[in-house]
């Protein structure tokens, strides 16, 4: 059950959606068609079954072409009801979904009202024994119908809160970066100004130890540059001073596994990072440790290397036993605006051997000079 439940996750994606819309559409052309040739004694047989089918059909397009696909529907639907056809507007409550779901709320309205009013008209013009069942009838398809479109409204509704929720995660995030990198600048200038001091004192008596503090003030500001452009791309709002904990760094790492919650086998094969990148790999490791627990709650495997020259990689992966998750949340944006912080590339989802797996490649090293 499990492996069915991650196949539809993380295996459909929208061409199997519209193959299965085409599959549906096909099937109740020809349900429609064939109930209409069944349920009619009028000479035009075929003339009937056709319009029914036609109905249908916009099922196959209704993802790409709401609104198109709502005008062609109405209309054949219109046409079947008053050549007898009393359920030929089933298919247009699948439409009206994704006008709901897809469309502006004015368009969306504008589709529902005109699709009421028609099948409506057409419902209450049809042959009907008596008016109290083209009343029942009526109103038991056009109830069928609201409540089609209300739920692909509500669709979008949730779908438009979850992208202004996350938009508001990735905000939030850039300045959580901007506040963690100013120890790190602020850091690099002290020690700037320092040995810029002692370059001046000892230039004239020891030449050898000046040369030395310039070459590693001409180090320290490099890395302070860089660290500089990282944060000023991030930074998209001013934010008042606050007053902030040292930035961690990354031998604190062991001290975050400690207190996980979870069993965690770290493995660090990285040193002499620069001050954030160790701070960004800090951050990763912390963000996908907490969805370990939040998703997963076992055990899992942290392992921070240096796989070639100027390029750290971390890699968090939880041993499969827990419970199937898909890495969605606010922590993975904020582990991938870690990544682009620096040029990375973060990569997550299942792992093949069971499990989910977080990868994130970081370059630190640079070959241009300030």
Known sequence: MNDFR???VHRLRHGHWVA?????????????????????????????????ALAALPVATRRGWPLPSLAVSLAAVVAALLMGVESAYLPLTVVLYSVGAQQPHKRAVTGLAASLTCVAAALLAAVW??????????GFGLALMGLSWTAGLAVREQHLHAART?????????LR????????????????????????LVAATRPREAREALRLIETTGREAMLEMRALLGMLR?????????????????????????????LRVEAEDLPEGVGLA????????LTNVVKHAGTGCRVQVSVPEAGVVEVEVA???????????????????????MYGGQLTAGPDPGGGFRVLARLPYASKETP
């Open 6 to 8: 991650t196949l539809l």
């Open 20 to 52: 299965m819309d085409v599959a549906a559409a096909l099937l109740l052309a020809v349900a429609f068609a064939a109930a209409a040739r069944l349920g009619t004694d009028r000479p035009q047989t075929l003339a009937v079954a056709a319009v029914a």
């Open 129 to 138: 024994p008596s008016w109290t069942q083209a009343l029942g009838s009526a």
């Open 166 to 174: 996350a938009e508001q995660a990735v905000v939030e995030e850039r």
């Open 177 to 200: 970066i901007a506040r963690d990198l100013h120890d790190v600048v602020a850091h690099s200038m002290s020690l700037i100004t320092m040995r810029a001091g002692v370059a001046g």
């Open 237 to 265: 709002s001013e934010s008042g001073a606050q007053s902030i904990a040292p930035a961690p760094r990354l031998q604190d790492l062991h001290a975050l596994a400690a207190h996980a919650g979870v069993e965690v086998d």
């Open 281 to 288: 790999v800090y951050r990763i490791v912390q963000e996908a």
């Open 318 to 340: 939880d041993d499969g036993r827990g419970t199937p998750h898909d890495g969605g949340g606010h922590g993975l944006l904020g582990m991938r605006e870690r990544c682009l």
